[in-house]
């Protein structure tokens, strides 16, 4: 068993279950998405602004959000801790790793409070 | 033909190099163990390990231009286009991610640390019977496409998580033997082998490349085996 | 001394299925074990058997009887199996195959959920008057690979030190003779270091690579009957080589005897399944000195085919593609590699090949050695502190030719019974021999030579002057005059030996040093056969001389022993003496 | 002396199966996604933040450089989204053996190309 603070579900299946189930979400929406750009080649900013103000599409904004945070969460994780390695960086690789996911957390943080903003600041 | 062979020796060389030779088949499509058995006789330095030289022992798992295999049974027809005709070198280096001791021998320790993680012995709490634990054909079935491995470590060291965390992931061999005993009958300590694997690292590190598929040299598949032990959790876990 | 010495209660040099079981029954029972092996253990050649291990577990037959199969093993070593220990080996042997099931053995399995038995070679029911029996316990046609796996599971389970990719240079004795361990080379650091231990067993297997052309594994160099011999230890039977009926041509890669179990049977180029003409009621079951022989006779009389007429085939495709995929994966395997002929479709070509070493260090039913005291006929005296047991063993339970099956049953039984006696020896206070200096000096002598040699001929090219000396002189079938020729060879090349040259002087992974020291064992077993095949004056089981076509009862119903010191072989008397049946009397041996 | 020994990892020395080549491909998708997450995080907020931003946006989308980029993104997305798909798949059980892996990865190559041609004749 090999133990690790910095994994998302502090278990292998559950970071396993969380980036198939993200994936699903970011799946339909962007399908979902796209299809709805597709059908709407003349988009004007009130059809686009009504739809996604749409409480529904909040909430699969919302979603969509964290989905891709997790999943990015979990699949940058996997890298760093990859190739962020004492095999690949010698003794400093811990502390260059810790950085890495540090900024890359850091960054999630801003994505997410952003599109929050984006979502429900105009509500 | 020509040969170029990985070559290292820690009591005279800082660094390995490869080095080349000129080695008549006289046309005949021998296996790469019959080569470097040639190569042997013009230079008694050249160290490799090898056995049964019938494939199933495993001692001579390397890397024969860029695929890991078993030289005892690749014949160079099999190697790459031209290899037998002499019009390209056959490349020998050895299994990748391990270090060197020399030449085409590798240091095997942490591929058989890993083996030794998942308890590769059967487990059965209840009293032995007088004759044998009786198991159907079905279940035995189970068992097939797992017990055959030979731990020559070509899946492993073909496998880029082994490379990156050999320490923490258990490697493409070793989850085949976990699953092996997974799914036999015989034994019952089959929570306590899945609360092992739950962590992220040992078995999820696997990312389905199937490196390990494409090389077995007994046609065996750890990926399948991966499958299936992280069915066995995901029902364990929901 | 300057060499490192590390102490065991036992020691057990040879990791294939003998050695590991041995050393399996010691560490259960917390005794400082140790096993040393030239591999890793699961690349000793055990992994190589195929078709199973023959015990009368009766599952094919519910009726099926331990004393059937000594009656067929006894009657299969041409009578000079010790019927002591062909006893023991039958009784006892179900209870070691059930356990090898205990720890997990993927046997296959019968309907009723126990383990499949095929059909092997000189099988039968009811003391040979009830027809064929299926008594060969498989795993699929890798039973040796399972059965090693599996013993090598357990020894990681029960704390075996292994120190694996040792190899074991030379017995130490001290001044009377008793031994005390062993000289071992870290192949991977060249460190020489002194094994002391209570007991030393040998487990290193055979040594068919004194043929040119064998079955066996490139490690199999006899390197515990060279040991031994050096050591002034006699060897028993040791002209009794078996050469296996399915060598594939030209590759010598072995095919199952399984294959004729699960009705594939022999064709010469006519297509005409000749061992009807041999052997009318076994066939192609016949024992395999009578297979092997019969198909020499086929090539000798110009029905063998192929550019140079000299092989035979064996026909496997009327089986159907399901049960060759079923039950004998590993051979299809073999022929697409090694013959480039898929068995499902065509014949496989196949020539007598040497498979296996009837021969050995003579032991009684504990794996103890034995040498003989006062002469060539004189009692049996007990090697203090050596054991051997497996390939390397005499003890002797496969006489002038072994059946089918019967060589992991031997491994499994003896590796047991040795590990049983020495865990009742220890736990009574064994003796530790203690060597002097000198002692061990005198074993370290030999790899000293090779260390300091300077200049000579080289060892690739003295091994296969060796190996073509053997398959021309000592092959299937012998001859007086061309043994006596090949006598004089083999002096010859000791004499070079002793004067052969290491280039290769490194330390780290020296594989051409350990390649030199198995040469030296080569030449030992070599000569022991070819003194001994010489000098036995009939023909018996799988020594077969076309100057003494006949079995000679009243002169060689007996063990030969060579005496490595005098060079010279004697005689010791059979057992016929087994404790809970009557004794098998000599019949003439027919299938 | 283990500390000194040499390691065989010239990953230019090894040749990848085209599973492999899917699987790296994935991955640097999937990285370069997380750098494309502000443009698209930028781009729906100017589509919303009012109307006259959603027009400089849709006069920005009229740039061929621009077009460029989008496009590319669009590709990343469309490989990570496919090849995720194929991952779903063999997570139950299809496409694990040899052969089925080598035609999965392959279809994921022809797909996505596909696709990526499709979205470039959109975005034009």
Known sequence: MVTSVTSLGRNGLYDWLIQRVSAVVMGVYVIGLLGYLLAHPDLDYGTWAAFMGSLPMQIANTLLLFSVAAHTWVGLWTVTTDYLTRLALGGAATGVRLVAQALIGLLLLVYILWGLLMIWGGA | MKVSIYRYNPDTDREPTMKEYEVDTQGKDLMVLDILALVKEQDESLSYRRSCREGVCGSDGMNINGKNGLACITPLSEVAPGVKEGKKPLVLRPLPGLPVIRDLVVDMGVFYEQYEKVQPYLQNQSPAPAIERLQSPEERAKLDGLYECILCACCSTSCPSFWWNPEKFLGPAALLQSYRFLADSRDDATEERLSRLDDPFSLFRCRGIMNCVSVCPKGLNPTRAIGHIRSMLLERGV | ?591 | MNDKRPVNLDLTTIKFPVTAIASITHRITGVALFFALPVLLWMMDRSLASPESFADLKQLMTSPLVKLVVWAILALLLYHLVAGIRHLIMDNGVGETLEGGRRGATATFVITAVLILLAGGWIW
């Open chain 3, 1 to 591: 001394m300057s060499i490192r010495t590390i102490t065991f209660d036992a020691i057990v040099v040879g990791g294939g299925g003998a050695g590991m079981r041995a050393s399996l029954q010691m560490a259960q029972s917390g005794f400082k074990t140790a096993l040393i092996s030239k591999v890793f253990p699961t690349r000793s050649h055990t992994v190589s058997a195929q078709g199973g291990i023959t015990c009368a577990i009766a599952s094919a037959d519910p009726n099926d009887d331990w004393r059937w199969h000594m009656y067929d093993t006894v009657k299969g070593s041409d009578y000079i199996g010790d019927q002591d220990a062909i006893e023991y080996m039958c009784q006892v042997g179900p209870e070691a195959v059930f356990e090898l099931d205990h720890m997990g053995l993927p046997f296959s399995r019968t309907e009723e959920g126990r383990i499949y038995q095929r059909p092997f070679g000189g099988q039968s029911k009811n003391f040979g008057e009830g027809g064929q029996a299926a008594r060969t316990c498989a795993a699929a046609d890798r039973t040796g690979h399972a059965l090693l796996h599996t013993l090598y599971q357990q020894n990681l389970k029960n704390g075996t030190q292994f120190y694996n990719e040792w190899y074991a240079a030379e017995l130490v004795k001290d001044a009377n003779e008793n031994v005390c361990g062993v000289i071992a080379i870290s192949i991977e650091t060249g460190e020489t270091v002194f094994f002391k231990a209570k007991a030393t067993v040998f487990a290193t297997g055979g040594s068919g690579r004194i043929y040119s052309s064998t079955t066996n594994a490139l490690i199999n160099t006899g390197d515990g009957v060279g040991m031994a011999l050096r050591a002034g230890v006699p060897v028993q039977d040791i002209e009794m080589w078996q050469f296996h009926p399915t060598g594939i041509a030209g590759a010598g890669v072995l095919v199952t005897e399984g294959c004729r179990g699960e009705g594939g049977y022999l064709i010469n180029k006519d297509g005409e399944r000749f061992m009807e003409r041999y052997a009318p009621n076994a066939k192609d079951l016949a024992s395999r000195d009578v297979v092997a022989r019969s198909m020499m006779m086929e090539i000798l009389d110009g029905r063998g085919d192929g550019p140079d007429g000299n092989y035979v085939y064996l026909k496997l495709d009327h089986l159907g593609e399901e049960v060759l995929h079923s039950r004998l994966p590993g051979i299809c395997e073999l022929a697409i590699t090694f013959a480039g002929t898929d068995p499902v479709k065509e014949p496989i070509p196949v020539v007598p090949t040497c498979h296996y070493m009837m021969g050995g260090i003579p032991t009684n039913v504990h794996g103890q050695a034995l040498k003989m005291s006062g002469g060539h006929e004189g009692e049996d005296q007990i090697v203090n502190g050596l054991f051997a047991v497996g390939e390397v063993a005499c003890v002797s339970v496969h006489g002038a030719n072994r059946l089918g099956g019967n060589s992991l049953l031997d491994l499994v039984v003896f590796g047991r019974a040795a590990g049983l006696y020495i865990e009742d020896a220890l736990r009574q206070g064994m003796t530790q021999y203690e060597p002097s200096n000198d002692d061990i000096e005198a074993a370290l002598t030999r790899v000293n030579r090779w260390n300091d040699s300077k200049g000579g001929e080289s060892v690739h090219s003295l091994r296969k002057e060796l190996q073509t000396t053997m398959q021309n002189h000592f092959g299937v079938f012998r001859k007086g005059d061309l043994m006596e020729e090949g006598v004089q060879k083999l002096a010859d090349l000791r004499g070079r030996i002793a004067k052969a040259h290491l280039d290769d002087k490194s330390s780290a992974f020296n594989m051409a040093r350990v390649e030199a020291l198995e040469l030296d064992n080569l030449l030992e077993v070599a000569e022991a056969t070819a003194i001994a095949a010489y000098n036995r004056t009939e023909s018996r089981g799988a020594h077969s001389r076309y100057d003494y076509p006949d079995r000679d009862d009243e002169n060689w119903l007996c063990h030969s022993i060579y005496d490595p010191r005098t060079k010279q072989l004697g005689k010791r008397e059979v057992n016929f003496k087994p404790k809970t049946v009557e004794t098998f009397q000599p019949k003439v041996r027919t299938y």
